[in-house]
């Protein structure tokens, strides 16, 4: 009696949660510059120092600086593309105030850490650029805390010779930290640093110390960036096509419920209340995790949906197969959930292992397809695997399902130990 009340409860409130907030998170799902249109700027890049050129190199350097923008602002799946030999354009999705992306976007390119020749204490008296944000090692700065419990900058230089002498110049002398023109911070030079580490201390609080950090981390854009013009973009798929794309989508999931329950009986609507679980689980992570729906990202949904009723058909088959050698329903529950366990693992851990490599290697729309790839047979594990399987160990031990033809198995098919 516990196990049917436990599985009815257990599938009323999923029922009732999902039915309630589906409709909320679908409202919240922020979608991509593809689906949903955005901002767009084309940038001319010329180098920082006269007599020097743009290569493809530091082109390419400076498109992924400006990719890390782009996530700090807030955006996902950023579209950052090289065009020629100078030309760099960038496209973000959903952007509301376009003055403070320009704004946000141009920071980097002009980071400096200035010395005050003649010893002055004012902005304005910081006049030789002793370090541009390039000088400065990719990821290097990092928030941690000081013997007091302080926020204190820890940062790492790739020229390690150059910051030894600037060290051992302005030591007891401030170092301003420039963003634009405007000051950030003013450590002082404690002493003659030959490793190429330092720590930037003072009065910060968290937020100040992680902005600090975020914006050394950015560094100076490679290249100078002149904007040559921006506009708004429309969404490339549509409104149109993205309504058809998910009622195509609901149609062929009517489709393969009906298959899965036509099938394989009552065990075949328990795989399809996973499925369900399953897809508003990605919906949940999604809102969460605040990712951005693309294009890419749909396929990779679509992908992960038809694992998981692959899922569910390899171990419904198995279940079916144990029966008709004749063995009980428990016993094929048991039988044919562990052999089918170890082949979906197989194969979803392949997949997981060539998803992370697209991840790791991988830019923009590749990153997205993986990510969401990974998360997505992750719950497929949970749901279609460890949950439906607990089900259907409920309602067998509780005596609702005892007879193989609720599996879709008929008498004549059994065969005889």
Known sequence: MKRI????????VLTGVMAVSTPGLLDKVRLGLDLKGGFEILYEAKPLEEGQTVTKESLNRTAQSLEKRANVLGTSE????????????????????????RKKMKEPANLTFRSSPGGGTEAADFTKIELLGSDF???????????????EISIQVKDKAKFTEITKRLIGKELGIFLDETMLSAPVVRAELTDGKASISGSYTNDEAKNLRDTINLGALPL????????SVGATLGKQSLDQTIVAGLIASAFILLFMIGIYRLPGLLASFALILHTWLLILVFVLADFTLTLPGIAAFILGIGMAVDANIITNERIREEMRNGRSVLSSIKLGNKSSFRTIIDSNVTTIIVAGFMFAFGTGAVKGFALVLIVEIVLSIATNVYFSHWLLGLLVKSGLLKKPKQFGVKESEIREL
């Open 224 to 231: 100078s960036l002149t904007e040559k013009y921006s506009q």
């Open 78 to 101: 950023p579209e950052v593309t090289t065009e020629g030999s100078n030309r760099i354009r960038l496209k973000i999705a959903g952007v509301t105030n376009e003055a403070e992306v």
């Open 137 to 151: 090692k990719e990821n290097g700065a990092e928030v941690g805390y000081d013997s007091l419990n302080q926020p």
């Open 5 to 12: 009340i436990s599985f009815f409860v257990t599938v009323i």
